[in-house]
Nanobody
């Protein structure tokens, strides 16, 4: 079955950087687009970034454009999220997911916590 494990979260100061990783198993990783999402305290889960197969296309939420970069390494079944210039409003649990089709995702992991302190 699809399994996704996120890592790399932690506590960082405003303006700092973190790189999140998501390692996949149970499916042919290179055949799927992958997404990052986040859920801030008291808020709904929101889309952060998407990378399609073969890194053909990357998309970002307006709130992270120019600060976050999504990438993938198919040989390691891993997708990354490089987060720079972090802000307190980036504090959230970050999840990765497999893009099944269009806006449909599955295989949600447990998430990794990111806290940005001011």
């Amino acid at each position: 079955q699809v399994q996704l494990v996120e890592s790399g979260g932690g506590l960082v100061q405003v303006g700092g950087s973190l790189r999140l990783s998501c390692t996949a198993s149970g499916f042919n990783f290179h055949e799927y687009g992958m997404g990052w999402f986040r859920r801030a305290p008291g808020k709904e889960r929101e889309f952060v970034a998407l990378i399609t197969r073969a890194s053909a296309v990357s998309e970002y939420a307006d709130s992270v454009k120019g600060r976050f970069t999504i990438s993938r390494q198919d040989a390691k079944n891993t997708v990354y999220l490089q987060m720079n210039s972090l802000r307190p409003e980036d504090t959230a649990v970050y999840f990765c997911a497999r893009r099944v089709w269009g806006l449909e995702y599955d295989g949600w992991g447990q998430g990794t916590h990111v806290t940005v302190s001011s």
